[in-house]
Each structure stands twice: as C-alpha cells, then as structure tokens.
C-alpha cells in the first residue's frame, strides 16, 4: 500500500506562487507514474499535470501550461508541483494520485489517492 500526503496549500493572492508537494510512504513510487488533480467547489475532479517515474514525458492541463510545473525526487519518495502567476480560477482541492503503470496522464487508472490539499487564490 502507497500513502500520499499533500502539502503546501494556502491563502495566496493572484499571481503569487505555491509549490505543492506530496510526500509518499509504504513503499517507493519511484517506479510509478504520479499525477495531480483538483477539484473546486460544485466541479468535477480534473486533471493538472503527470510525470513518468523517470520524471521524463511530463503532461499538463491546457489551463495551466506554461505556469505548472511537475516534478519528482524518487530518492526523497516526493512529487512537487509547482505553480506560478496563480489565478483566482486556480482555487480548488488539489490532490495527487500513483499509477503502478510508470507512465501517467489524465486518462490513466490511478491507483493511490491523498486525501488533498487546498489551495485559494483571492483577487
């Protein structure tokens, strides 16, 4: 069993930065896919970005192009995701997730779920 716990959400104001980070423990996800997703109030759950267990072929939401950025430390057992020029509309529940396959995207099964960490951007 793999156990993902979130960190790093806060009050932040637009155009400000966060750095999420999602620290795994149980096993090692080195070998896994990872991805975040977010889920504001009233919406369905989405998908922000993914990364392979190599940390190569990363993949990214249109919505956050160019301002998110996956990343991975297998050696710390830790996926980041950091996020700059942040947007009001960026303000969700932002959770990460474990593939056993090793490489991940938004169509992938996920296998391991954290329980999310939120994130507001106020105006």
């Known amino acids: 069993q793999v156990q993902l716990v979130e960190s790093g959400g806060g009050l932040v104001q637009a155009g400000d930065s966060l750095r999420l980070s999602c620290a795994a423990s149980g096993r090692t996800i080195s070998t896994y896919g990872m991805g975040w997703f977010r889920q504001a109030p009233g919406k369905e759950r989405d998908f922000v970005a993914a990364i392979s267990w190599s940390g190569g072929s990363p993949y990214y939401a249109d919505s956050v192009k160019g301002r998110f950025t996956i990343s991975r430390d297998n050696a710390k057992n830790t996926v980041y995701l950091q996020m700059n020029s942040l947007k009001p509309e960026d303000k969700a529940v932002y959770y990460c997730?474990?593939?056993?396959?090793?490489?991940?995207?938004?169509?992938?099964?996920?296998?391991?779920w954290g329980q999310g960490t939120q994130v507001t951007v106020s105006s």
């Open positions: 997730a474990a593939a056993i396959t090793a490489s991940a995207g938004p169509s992938h099964e996920y296998d391991y």
